[in-house]
């Protein structure tokens, strides 16, 4: 199995930045794509950024401009890099990967983003 474990979220005022960070252990000898997705209170959860292995990216429309995913493969890790941070991306973010070894997709268990106006 695939454990993602979550970290760099917490409280920023509007215009701040934060970055998160995920990283994967237990069977990572094939993971694929990797992504951050968000679910604010009372929404669904939505589609943030996206990384290939390769490092083709794509991101929302609502944070294009301002946030930046990446990914290190020798450590099995990826990023999101949140800069002009608004109080609408508050949220409950989330990680995750594909494994080619199990055919599925794992989740993180969330961090916690929240900006103050």
């Known amino acids: 199995q695939v454990q993602l474990v979550e970290s760099g979220g917490g409280l920023v005022q509007a215009g701040g930045s934060l970055r998160l960070t995920c990283a994967a252990s237990?069977?990572?000898?094939?993971?694929?794509?990797m992504g951050w997705y968000r679910q604010a209170p009372g929404k669904q959860r939505e589609f943030v950024a996206s990384?290939?292995?390769?490092?083709?990216?794509n991101n929302a429309n609502s944070v294009k401009g301002r946030f930046t995913i990446s990914r290190d493969n020798a450590k099995n890790t990826v990023y999101l890099q949140m800069n002009s941070l608004k109080p609408e991306d508050t949220a409950v973010y989330y990680c995750?990967?594909?494994?080619?070894?199990?055919?599925?997709?794992?989740w993180g268990q969330g961090t916690q983003v929240t900006v103050s106006s």
């Open positions: 995750n990967v594909y494994s080619g070894t199990y055919s599925r997709t794992y």
């Open positions: 237990g069977s990572i000898s094939r993971l694929g794509g």
């Open positions: 990384i290939t292995i390769g490092g083709s990216t």
